[in-house]
């Protein structure tokens, strides 16, 4: 166990729908990062989170959006959704602001059908 | 925009036999990450390179980091199975406010009995 949690594992949902993953970091990290894995665009950054704050932002979709809670959990919102967006969400924590050391969840398998 | 080159893609070798696999990327950076991943799992932390010249080695395997050449290698030292997985290397371009890590499209390793 990494200490940093992920829910649900595994989803299924039909096209257009919308869907929140959640991610809670390990204890002590202020940093959330969230990724998609998919075949074709292999491992892409979507956004950082630190300490509440939006950081930085890579190629997320405007269907998708993130924020970071006060007790620092983080969920991603993704909407209207399309065939090409199944794929495995990961969200990775650190603890300062830089990518150093960081944890990541196991994930969420994310199918649209 | 960084750029992170994996090669080869995908290796298949057998057990006792060395290998290398090679990550360029196309910006200055001095920090590198490896990571390994099993099949619909998550990424485990295997090296995390700091400076030029730098070289760590954990069992079998060992890697290292050139960041003039732009280049690092994580070398397989008499394979055996168990190191059956995907290794992706990732470069944090260090570039304020644009807290992530890129990822190369990862190498997928096989080990034969």
């Known amino acids: 166990d990494s200490g940093v949690t992920q829910t649900p594992k595994h989803l299924i949902t039909a096209t257009g729908q919308r869907v929140t993953l959640r991610c809670s970091p390990r204890?002590?990290?202020?940093?959330v990062y969230w990724y998609q894995q998919s075949l074709d665009q292999g491992l892409q950054f979507l956004i950082h989170?630190?300490?509440?704050?939006?950081?930085a932002k890579g190629n997320i979709l405007e269907r998708f959006s993130a924020q970071q809670f006060p007790d620092l959990h983080s969920e991603l919102n993704l909407s209207s959704l399309e065939l090409g967006d199944s794929a495995l969400y990961f969200c990775?924590?650190?603890?300062?602001?830089?990518?150093?050391?960081?944890?990541f969840g196991s994930g969420t398998r994310l199918t649209v059908v | 925009e960084l750029k992170v080159e994996q090669n080869p893609l995908f290796l298949s070798m057998q057990e006792g036999k060395n290998y290398t696999i090679y990550c360029n990327y196309s910006?200055?950076?001095?920090?590198l990450y490896w990571y390994r991943q099993d099949p619909g799992k998550s990424l485990e932390s295997l090296f995390v390179l700091l400076s030029n010249g730098a070289v760590k080695q954990e069992g079998r395997l060992m890697a290292s980091l050139d960041t003039k050449a732009r280049l690092s290698t994580l070398h397989i030292t008499a394979a055996v199975h168990d190191l059956s997985a995907t290794y992706f290397c990732a470069v944090d371009p260090r570039i304020q406010g644009a807290q992530k890590l890129v990822f190369g499209q990862g190498t997928r390793l096989t080990i034969n009995p």
């Open positions: 910006t200055t950076s001095d920090r």
């Open positions: 204890s002590g990290d202020l940093s």
């Open positions: 990775a924590s650190s603890v300062g602001a830089e990518p150093y050391g960081y944890t």
């Open positions: 989170y630190y300490n509440g704050e939006e950081r």
